[in-house]
């Protein structure tokens, strides 16, 4: 019926919604009466003799009737749920051969993506699918009892998967000879049809669209089973598994191993822009990018992992991960990423996850002529779960100046969401992104690497390096990013100060931004105005003296700065410490519109083709997210021996402090409100003043002669020497990141947020209850 009313409006020229619209009612008005089970003519109208898309089916089952079929008449829609499950588990085991038999599954695989949201809305319902089905046994035996029934969500996930390796309709079949006797799906090894070429398979299948387009509905009914999570609330309990995905990813399903390196392989693969044709994208459609973005979506959804580890049953192949590990979590996705070992798989994935972080920033004489990809989001998350779960893959990334390939679109990101509210967890994403990688000594030396190759920024011009990128872009952050942003301010200079003992020559942009960072957060109203405030002078000043012990001879810049800047260090010295003093500060600071003072902070001209960041457009989605630790317990302290190794240190009344042995340790000690900081400043700025001894009265004086002496000031700066001035070194102190309860709730509810607000062709998820995060319009 609905196609031939379908035809009809095209043959009249009427438009088709209001046909789909007409028909909505229709679809789920039987479902409100008394039907039997046993009636297969009346079930079979649902999914069979229909070309429909998924579009379609959204638009004919509209969630008011869902709802009202839940409602008035539950066994109905248990009965619909159940027979649309039955024949997902049947195609799987005829293996699809015929196309009536695949058009059954896509409009039973459609019809399920819509149903399940609004079953898991409802608690309820929530346990429905972990019901048990008669007469489906574990062992897949026909006579098997009620007792070894299994839960229709088992038999649900373990047929998508089988449907996910379905010679002639997800894969091609190898079978020669007769093409009317399809391949038993039971009988195949799935390894040999792993989708794409990367990680532990060399063969490129061919590609083929129809089977690209039949896998993304069943990712997407993949992702909507997994989708239970968003309709809890957020609960920073870590040992909460989701069951779906608990599953899927145990050796309950066989498919494990092929499935997660095809997700894997088809991602890194991928490379929207190809042959650089201009303005193809627009010429045909790209049934890959579908594809590719609801693989990462699975990917990242299947990374769950509780922090337990338990040998998985069954064997890996040496070929995709490393047998000689000790054995993983239960969870045989994060098994497979953790053991990941070989350099050409881990250069494979590298280059593909930077080639598309890189794909946005991509710029061409012909204006739009290249594709650019929006899931960057979840590439990140991923490129996160990579790096923590696999730190040999970590390493790997640190030990040449590929890191730089994803560093410089994170920063590119980072700088143009910065004023955005809508976009705030990516903020956060990338912020911790760079708080891991600075956890290690190789990020720090790789970013002394020369900056050349130009994005589309609006930051001052430079220069320099890729540190002073990563601080001119920090500065801007601080300094024109929104309100929301104030408690990355800890992560983003503390990323610095991780770095800084290996910085050698920072350029005279990147030293004035630190320098007026100092500037801003050491004006009286901003210490008092909140009592963690001190901590960003601390982590700036830390800055300073790791730079001068370690990094001296080749940051004139810097210390010329310094030298400019002394007044700061002054005024830190007087700070003033009775009530009314205070009391007056922070009335100046009401009065001020601007969150940091910028007095003396006129920006460069801008990189050209830049632009600034845009406010959310009126009515754009946003997800809020699950609060973030403080720094404290975001980070754990740990002391670079001499022989480059890590030692823990262990935690003290005052998280900021370093370690005994600094040559300020004495001073940190005693820090405990916003007034100490001047006491600390003050005696590092005559640490640094003695250290220069008969030359800083040499270098006050040419700095009081003027920038026009600039150079000759510089220049006696890289010819000074400071040999046998500086004491014995401190100990390098790094605060590397600690996963906790705290943030991996935030990427949970980031996660699922993201692919809320991604999926929106059909809106899965629009429009239902959910409970881990609020949607709201900005």
Not at 43 to 71: N, Y
Not at 143 to 153: E, I, K, V
Not at 412 to 419: E, G, K, P, S, V
Request: glycine share 4%.
């Amino acid at each position: 019926m609905y196609r031939n009313c379908r035809w009809a409006a095209a043959d009249r020229g009427q438009n088709q919604t209001s046909c789909l619209l007409s028909l909505s009612l229709f679809f789920l008005l039987p479902l409100l009466q008394p039907v039997e089970a046993t009636d297969d003519a009346f079930w079979d109208q649902f999914w069979a003799d229909t070309t429909t898309s998924v579009q379609d089916v959204f638009a004919l089952v509209p969630a008011a009737e869902i709802r009202a079929v839940r409602e008035e008449s539950p066994s109905n829609l248990a009965t619909l749920c159940y027979k649309a499950v039955e024949k997902l588990v049947q195609g799987a085991e005829s293996g699809c051969h015929s196309e009536k038999e695949k058009q059954i599954i896509l409009n039973c695989t459609r019809l399920l993506t819509r149903i399940l949201p609004y079953i898991f809305e409802d608690p309820d319902w929530r346990g429905f699918f972990w019901s048990t089905v008669p007469g489906a046994g574990r062992s897949g035996a026909e006579d098997a009892d009620d007792d070894g029934a299994r839960p229709l969500a088992e038999s649900l996930l373990l047929a998508i998967a089988d449907l996910l390796f379905c010679p002639g309709f997800t894969v091609q079949s190898h079978k020669k000879g007769a093409a009317d006797t399809p391949e038993d799906i039971h009988s195949i090894d799935s390894c040999e049809y792993i989708w794409e070429a990367g990680v532990g398979f060399a063969h490129s299948p061919p590609l083929n669209y129809i089977h690209d387009l039949n896998r993304t509905e069943l990712l997407k009914l993949l992702l909507t089973c997994f989708s239970e999570a968003m309709y809890l609330p957020p609960s920073s309990e870590s040992n909460i598994l989701n069951p779906w995905v608990q599953f899927f990813c145990s050796t309950e399903n066989r498919h494990a191993l092929p499935l997660f390196t095809s997700l894997l392989n088809v991602v890194c693969a991928y490379d929207p822009v190809g042959y650089g044709i201009p303005y193809n994208h627009l010429l045909f459609s790209d049934t890959r990018e579908q594809l590719v973005e609801h693989a990462v979506q699975v990917l990242i959804v299947t990374l769950e992992h509780d922090g337990s580890t338990g040998a998985p049953d069954g064997s890996t192949p040496a070929t995709v991960v490393d047998d000689q590990d000790p054995a993983g979590p239960d969870n045989l996705f994060v098994n497979y990423l953790s053991r990941i070992h070989r350099e050409e798989d881990f250069q494979f994935i590298l280059k593909g996850v930077a080639r598309l972080l890189t794909n946005p920033l991509v710029q061409t004489y012909l204006p739009n002529s290249t594709k650019k990809i929006q899931f960057h989001q979840e590439l990140l998350i991923l490129f996160w779960k990579l790096c923590d779960f696999n730190k040999k893959f970590l390493f790997f990334v640190l030990k040449s100046s590929d890191v730089l390939d994803v560093l410089v679109p994170i920063l590119y990101y980072l700088n143009d969401a910065r004023a955005d509210q809508s976009r705030v967890g990516l903020m956060h994403i990338g912020v911790f992104i760079l708080l891991l990688l600075s956890g290690e000594r190789n990020f720090g030396v790789r970013l002394n690497k020369p900056y050349s190759v130009r994005v589309p920024m609006d930051i001052p011009v430079f220069t320099g390096t890729h540190a002073d990128l990563l601080i001119v872009v920090f500065h801007k952050i601080i300094t024109s990013g929104h309100q929301r942003l104030q408690p990355l301010f800890d992560c983003l200079l503390t990323i610095v100060v991780n770095v800084s003992p290996y910085l050698k020559s920072l350029s005279m942009v990147a030293a004035n931004k630190l320098l007026h960072l100092l500037e801003a957060f050491s004006t009286t109203w901003f210490l008092f105005s909140a009592s963690q405030n001190h901590h960003l002078v601390f982590f700036l000043l830390e800055v300073f003296n790791n730079i001068i012990q370690y990094q001296f001879d080749g940051n004139c810049n810097l210390v010329y700065a310094i030298i400019r800047k002394r007044h700061v260090f002054h005024q830190l010295a007087n700070l003033p410490t009775d009530p009314s003093s205070i009391q007056k500060a922070l009335q100046r600071k009401k009065r001020s519109s601007e969150p940091i003072s910028r007095t003396n902070s006129q920006e460069a001209v801008s990189m050209e083709g830049s632009r600034p960041a845009a406010p959310a457009e009126p009515g754009t989605l946003k997800a809020s997210l699950f609060a973030t630790p403080g720094i404290d317990k975001l980070t754990e302290k740990s002391q670079v021996s001499e022989d480059g190794t890590m030692v823990s240190v262990q935690k003290t009344d005052s998280p900021q402090s370093p370690v005994d042995g600094s040559f300020s340790s004495r001073l940190w000690r005693r820090m405990s409100s916003a007034s100490s900081v001047g006491q600390w400043a003050s005696d590092s700025f005559l640490k640094w003043q003695e250290i220069f001894k008969s030359n800083w009265s040499q270098l006050i004086h040419l700095c009081s002669r003027g920038l026009t002496d600039e150079s000759e000031i510089l220049k006696f700066l890289q010819h000074g020497t400071l040999v046998g001035l500086l004491p014995v070194p401190h100990p390098i102190l790094i605060r590397k990141y600690q996963a906790n309860s705290g943030t991996a709730m935030w990427f949970r509810t980031y996660m699922w947020g993201v692919i809320y607000l991604r999926n929106v062709d059909p809106p899965i998820w629009y429009d239902t209850d959910v409970k881990l995060f609020e949607i709201q319009r900005v």
